[in-house]
T-cell receptor, first 115, second 113 residues
Framework: GAGVSQTPSNKVTEKGKYVELRCDPI?????LYWYRQSLGQGPEFLIY????????DSGLPNDRFFAVRPEGSVSTLKIQRTERGDSAVYLC?????????????FGQGTRLTVV | GESVGLHLPTLSVQEGDNSIINCAYS??????FIWYKQESGKGPQFIID?????DKRQGQRVTVLLNKTVKHLSLQIAATQPGDSAVYFC????????????FGPGTSLSVIP
């Protein structure tokens, strides 16, 4: 596609439920990033993939959060036993690879609301 | 630790005036800085970047100034237009974590027609 696509755009879930958020990066981009943005704040780094492997997962807040990218393209962010504090916009970005650069583009985000 | 912050959370300017958005960073090892614009319901969009070996860089209607002595970054928007209304973030990148950028809290710019 022309840009980074994230689905769904909005997700409402009950506390304690499991959710999956999907990111389709720009075709050919080997690097993929997940960020979380709480209301009124800047995006917070979660995890970075280079190809299929997680090169840096230092931003994942706890073991309820997990992300995969099995074929080096689409990525899924998985959140178990959701809590109200998980409510945020989850942003995905992709880039051709290497250091963060001007070639990194963000998707529109998935707004997750835990009720 | 690493952190990036902004002096002004909100800024209102008259259409046609120049806007200045400021950012302070704490990590003296940061060597790459980017300004992003985020409109409601959208992801951050790249505006302009600057490396630490420069103190000024100009784009179309935008200028970024970097003062490494006081660890301060600013974004200047010339002849501000209604379409410039958005939240602006500065983000920093360091040699030890080149694979990601750290965002500041953001400044909301509102352009008054």
């Amino acid at each position: 596609g022309a840009g980074v696509s994230q689905t769904p755009s909005n997700k409402v879930t009950e506390k304690g439920k499991y959710v999956e958020l999907r990111c389709d990066p720009i075709s050919g981009h080997t690097a993929l990033y997940w960020y979380r943005q709480s209301l009124g704040q800047g995006p917070e780094f979660l995890i970075y993939f280079q190809g299929t492997g997680a090169a840096d997962d230092s931003g994942l807040p706890n073991d309820r959060f997990f992300a995969v990218r099995p074929e080096g393209s689409v990525s899924t962010l998985k959140i178990q036993r959701t809590e109200r504090g998980d409510s945020a916009v989850y942003l995905c970005a992709s880039s051709p690879g290497g250091p963060w650069s001007t070639e990194a583009f963000f998707g529109q985000g998935t707004r997750l609301t835990v009720v | 630790g690493e952190s990036v912050g902004l002096h002004l959370p909100t800024l209102s300017v008259q259409e046609g005036d120049n806007s200045i958005i400021n950012c302070a960073y704490s990590n003296s090892a940061s060597d790459y800085f980017i300004w992003y614009k985020q409109e409601s319901g959208k992801g951050p969009q790249f505006i302009i970047d600057i490396r630490s070996n420069m103190d000024k860089r100009q784009g179309q209607r935008v200028t970024v100034l970097l003062n490494k002595t006081v660890k301060h970054l600013s974004l200047q928007i010339a002849a501000t237009q209604p379409g410039d209304s958005a939240v602006y973030f500065c983000a920093e990148n360091t040699p030890t974590s080149y694979d990601k950028v750290i965002f500041g809290p953001g400044t909301s710019l509102s352009v008054i027609p």
